[in-house]
């Protein structure tokens, strides 16, 4: 079963005012789960959720999970058809930047353009998929649709795990796409297939109950600060980036030749990396190097060393003690546990009076990089965008993936629509109609290329 082109091409025509105006009644709604105070705004947003689900002819509801609910609704057609399940988030970033020109959950559109906090991550991926699904479903395409709208993606998706217990309401599908990540250049589709984790550590030391005087205590007293840097080179070499800890790359699945080359296909620059992070200079400046270390390479970062006195000039203290904040990217098939264990065994051979303390981790993620499934995503992606994607990496983590890979144990795939110059998590967000467009038509290919593949 295919959708007709043209067919196709008129709904999306047709569905633009229904889509800005839902995305209007979303922005405006400050679903921050990050502040407390906004647990009011939360809860109207998942009703607003099941709302706008229930209109277009879905069955939905709001699932409990003892944190900030998740929406999950669908269309059913019949129990032989294959069941896909959609994942977005419905909760935004704080919006405190004072770079915003203007509020930013009031809901701005101008020549295509939506502006507002949530705009592209995630609301307007959402609502681009569900409107995709819809037209799917009202073409008779023989497929079970899902959708799972998550309200607690921003703060690492703490009670995710528990809603996917609520079987009845969100049952397991036989796959999976996910529509919140970003191309890395305008007119160059690429879609993610791994994920990086992430291991948090503060490495401390005490050696005394306060700071002391250098001038009558130095040279006797141990130095915690001095002691945490012996501990850091030793983990790290700083200017290769090479991490030191034995055994840490042992379990790492390199990235092959294909897999570089579909990298570079992304439309990948170094150039503007550079430009877009400030950077005066980098490790390397190949283009292959950088991207394999971005994507598939991990890390040992030090993003704090706290302890002495901090102020302006020089205070002669010894510090009584010091705490280095560190965490490690991690990628498939590595997990933080057993990095973890690696860190504190070698830390306490190095140092026996450094503790090392966990601070929350995430596992990597690694889906398929060829496949049925793949094939679809790319012709999907082709019928919504003109052209095929790349496949990449992601540097970064998306906590419910994995959540989701660990208990269905179904494929996950991929489709997002964000631009760089979207601004994710930056000052004035937005979202356009050209990805959106894009997006509701390459989704409804999506669901017809998985009914094709039938009930797998
Ligand atoms: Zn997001």
């Given at each position: 079963?295919?959708?007709?082109?043209?067919?196709?091409?008129?709904?999306?025509?047709?569905?633009?005012?229904?889509?800005?105006?839902?995305?209007?009644?979303?922005?405006?709604?400050?679903?921050?789960?990050?502040?407390?105070?906004?647990?009011?705004?939360?809860?109207?947003?998942?009703?607003?959720?099941?709302?706008?689900?229930?209109?277009?002819?879905?069955?939905?509801?709001?699932?409990?999970?003892?944190?900030?609910?998740?929406?999950?609704?669908?269309?059913?057609?019949?129990?032989?058809?294959?069941?896909?399940?959609?994942?977005?988030?419905?909760?935004?970033?704080?919006?405190?930047?004072?770079?915003?020109?203007?509020?930013?959950?009031?809901?701005?559109?101008?020549?295509?353009?939506?502006?507002?906090?949530?705009?592209?991550?995630?609301?307007?991926?959402?609502?681009?998929?569900?409107?995709?699904?819809?037209?799917?479903?009202?073409?008779?395409?023989?497929?079970?649709?899902?959708?799972?709208?998550?309200?607690?993606?921003?703060?690492?998706?703490?009670?995710?795990?528990?809603?996917?217990?609520?079987?009845?309401?969100?049952?397991?599908?036989?796959?999976?796409?996910?529509?919140?990540?970003?191309?890395?250049?305008?007119?160059?589709?690429?879609?993610?297939?791994?994920?990086?984790?992430?291991?948090?550590?503060?490495?401390?030391?005490?050696?005394?109950?306060?700071?002391?005087?250098?001038?009558?205590?130095?040279?006797?007293?141990?130095?915690?600060?001095?002691?945490?840097?012996?501990?850091a080179s030793?983990c790290v070499d700083a200017k290769t980036g090479k991490v030191k800890i034995?055994?840490f790359y042992?379990?790492?699945?390199?990235?092959?030749?294909?897999?570089?080359?579909?990298?570079?296909?992304?439309?990948?620059?170094?150039?503007?990396?550079?430009?877009?992070?400030?950077?005066?200079?980098l490790r390397t400046?190949?283009?292959?190097e950088i991207?394999r270390r971005i994507?598939?390479a991990p890390t040992f970062e030090i993003?704090?060393?706290?302890?002495?006195?901090?102020?302006?000039?020089?205070?002669?203290?010894?510090?009584?003690?010091?705490?280095?904040?560190?965490?490690m990217r991690?990628?498939?098939?590595?997990?933080?546990?057993?990095?973890?264990?690696?860190?504190?065994?070698?830390?306490?051979?190095?140092?026996?009076?450094?503790?090392?303390?966990?601070?929350?981790?995430?596992?990597?993620?690694?889906?398929?990089?060829?496949?049925?499934?793949?094939?679809?995503?790319?012709?999907?992606?082709?019928?919504?965008?003109?052209?095929?994607?790349?496949?990449?990496?992601?540097g970064?983590?998306?906590?419910?993936?994995?959540?989701?890979?660990?208990?269905?144990?179904?494929?996950?795939?991929?489709?997002?629509?964000?631009?760089?110059?979207?601004?994710?998590?930056?000052?004035?967000?937005?979202?356009?109609?050209?990805?959106?467009?894009?997006?509701?038509?390459?989704?409804?290919?999506?669901?017809?290329?998985?009914?094709?593949?039938?009930?797998?």
């Amino acid at each position: 079963m295919t959708v007709k082109a043209q067919r196709l091409d008129a709904y999306v025509v047709e569905t633009r005012a229904r889509f800005e105006d839902l995305l209007g009644q979303m922005v405006e709604i400050p679903s921050i789960s990050m502040d407390p105070a906004k647990a009011e705004d939360i809860r109207r947003m998942a009703n607003l959720g099941l709302q706008v689900l229930i209109n277009q002819g879905a069955e939905a509801q709001i699932v409990e999970t003892g944190g900030y609910p998740i929406v999950s609704g669908g269309w059913t057609t019949g129990t032989n058809h294959p069941t896909v399940t959609i994942y977005n988030h419905l909760d935004v970033q704080p919006a405190q930047e004072p770079e915003w020109k203007q509020e930013p959950f009031v809901f701005r559109k101008e020549d295509g353009l939506y502006c507002g906090r949530g705009a592209t991550d995630d609301k307007g991926p959402a609502l681009a998929a569900m409107l995709g699904a819809r037209y799917a479903i009202e073409q008779g395409v023989p497929i079970n649709i899902r959708v799972l709208w998550e309200l607690e993606e921003e703060i690492g998706s703490p009670h995710f795990f528990a809603g996917l217990k609520h079987h009845a309401a969100i049952p397991k599908p036989d796959s999976v796409v996910v529509s919140d990540t970003i191309w890395i250049a305008k007119g160059r589709p690429a879609m993610p297939y791994g994920l990086r984790g992430l291991l948090g550590v503060r490495v401390t030391l005490r050696t005394g109950s306060k700071d002391a005087h250098s001038g009558v205590t130095g040279g006797a007293a141990r130095n915690p600060l001095a002691e945490l840097m012996e501990v850091a080179s030793a983990c790290v070499d700083a200017k290769t980036g090479k991490v030191k800890i034995p055994g840490f790359y042992n379990d790492v699945d390199e990235p092959s030749k294909a897999e570089i080359k579909s990298f570079l296909r992304s439309g990948f620059q170094v150039r503007r990396f550079k430009e877009a992070y400030g950077f005066h200079t980098l490790r390397t400046h190949d283009p292959a190097e950088i991207t394999r270390r971005i994507w598939a390479a991990p890390t040992f970062e030090i993003h704090g060393l706290t302890g002495g006195y901090q102020g302006p000039g020089v205070k002669t203290v010894v510090p009584g003690q010091g705490e280095l904040k560190v965490s490690m990217r991690l990628v498939p098939n590595q997990t933080p546990e057993k990095i973890f264990a690696l860190l504190k065994k070698y830390v306490a051979r190095l140092n026996p009076n450094v503790k090392v303390e966990r601070e929350g981790m995430l596992h990597p993620f690694k889906g398929s990089f060829e496949g049925p499934y793949v094939e679809a995503v790319k012709r999907a992606a082709k019928a919504g965008f003109g052209k095929e994607p790349a496949f990449i990496r992601e540097g970064g983590s998306i906590g419910a993936v994995v959540t989701m890979q660990k208990t269905w144990k179904v494929p996950i795939l991929f489709m997002g629509l964000s631009l760089p110059e979207h601004g994710y998590h930056a000052p004035n967000e937005y979202f356009d109609w050209g990805q959106a467009s894009g997006g509701i038509k390459a989704f409804a290919h999506y669901f017809s290329e998985l009914a094709g593949m039938g009930k797998r």
